[in-house]
């Protein structure tokens, strides 16, 4: 089992950057991939991208190239994701979750495990 914990939401302006995190907890996290998927009301969850078990590939979402960066650091069993110049289509709770190896997926069930989300809300 792993436990996932997100933080770092908030309400921000348009442009500004925000940094999420996911720490997990339990079976070595350096054995998953990670993932960070976005979600609001009435609609599917969004894939935003992975990152593979040793953060030496990422794969994003084409909306999010260039603004977004995952990264991890198994030391500390933690997932981040870096948001920079945000937008008010970026609202959204944003989850972050975790797959076995090999490979990454931008499909949201086929995660095995997930964090409660936080709240991100980018004002125009």
């Known amino acids: 089992q792993v436990q996932l914990v997100e933080s770092g939401g908030g309400l921000v302006r348009a442009g500004d950057s925000l940094r999420l995190s996911c720490a997990a907890s339990?079976?070595?996290?350096?054995?998953?991939?990670a993932g960070w998927f976005r979600q609001v009301p009435g609609k599917d969850r969004e894939f935003v991208g992975f990152?593979?078990?040793?953060?030496?590939?990422?794969f994003y979402a084409d909306s999010m190239k260039g603004r977004f960066t995952i990264s991890r650091d198994n030391a500390n069993n933690t997932v981040y994701l870096q948001m920079n110049s945000l937008k008010p289509e970026d609202t959204a709770v944003y989850y972050c979750?975790?797959?076995?190896?090999?490979?990454?997926?931008?499909?949201?069930?086929?995660?095995?495990?997930w964090g409660q989300g936080t709240q991100v809300t980018v004002s125009s």
């Open positions: 979750a975790a797959k076995g190896r090999p490979s990454g997926s931008h499909y949201w069930f086929e995660y095995d495990y």
């Open positions: 339990g079976r070595a996290f350096s054995r998953y991939v």
């Open positions: 990152i593979n078990w040793n953060g030496e590939s990422t």
